[in-house]
């Protein structure tokens, strides 16, 4: 079946440093994708989304990257800082009809950053 | 905005027993509802989807006569586990939406359940 899938479950990074997190999609037809970040004991928040007419889209630190013909997403974080650790998980977003709104998540990246 | 509060945080409680969980949104209107089970170091696994004044959407293995999902209004709906066992602790996470595709899911901080 589809599905939406991460390429590492662990990345460690020296503070101060880039961070990338990669995405493997599936569903050709999902148009709309869309980065959480989940701290420990809190349910996952809302970083930064992209549509699929777009093929980057930055934020404040972050920058979430597209690439819808090997079916890629990927999170950038600069200047990674101690308050990035997390789980990062990514999402795809149902097309339409009974299913708007419902998301398929990552298996989830845990992010940590060495002081 | 686009803030959902989720209640309890914590429940501990005896075998048996059913446990209610509520989520709110507290300043827009949610059309649709989550609820999701997590286990440790794993992703959100969907449990049923809500939209108001309908009744829930089951995934696949999930006992909808355990798990109670009333969505009565736009901004809350709640959770009810039945006679909750041991094997039902977890830490369950809803999250609302306007029901859009291209919109994002806002989520509440979860509630950790303990059956002992």
């Known amino acids: 079946g589809e599905s939406v899938g991460l390429h590492l479950p662990t990345l460690s990074v020296q503070e101060g440093d880039n961070s990338i997190i990669n995405c493997a999609y599936s569903?050709?037809?999902?148009?709309?994708f869309i980065w959480y970040k989940q701290e420990s004991g809190k349910g996952p928040q809302f970083i930064i989304d992209?549509?699929?007419?777009?093929d980057k889209r930055q934020g404040q630190r972050v920058t979430v990257l597209l690439n819808k013909t090997v079916k890629h997403l990927s999170l950038q974080i600069a200047a990674t800082q101690p308050g990035d650790s997390a789980v990062y998980f990514c999402?795809?977003?149902?097309?339409?009809?009974?299913?708007?709104?419902?998301?398929?998540f990552g298996d989830g990246t845990t992010l940590t950053v060495k002081p | 905005g686009a803030v959902v509060s989720q209640h309890p945080s914590r429940v501990i409680c005896k075998s048996g027993t059913s446990v209610k969980i509520e989520c709110r949104s507290l300043?827009?209107?949610?059309?649709?509802m989550f609820w999701y089970r997590q286990f440790p170091k794993k992703s959100l696994m969907l449990m049923a989807t809500?939209?108001?004044?309908?009744?829930?959407?089951?995934e696949q293995g999930v006992e909808k006569d355990k798990f109670l999902i009333n969505h009565a209004s736009l901004t809350l709906s709640t959770l009810t586990v039945t006679s909750a066992h041991p094997e039902d602790s977890s830490f369950y996470i809803c999250?609302?939406?306007?029901?859009?595709?291209?919109?994002?899911?806002?989520f509440g901080d979860g509630t950790r359940l303990s059956i002992l």
């Open positions: 569903n050709s037809a999902s148009d709309y």
């Open positions: 992209i549509r699929s007419n777009m």
């Open positions: 300043d827009f209107q949610a059309t649709t």
């Open positions: 809500s939209n108001e004044g309908s009744k829930a959407t089951y």
């Open positions: 999402a795809e977003n149902w097309a339409g009809g009974t299913n708007a709104g419902k998301s398929t």
């Open positions: 999250s609302a939406t306007t029901g859009a595709s291209n919109q994002p899911q806002h």
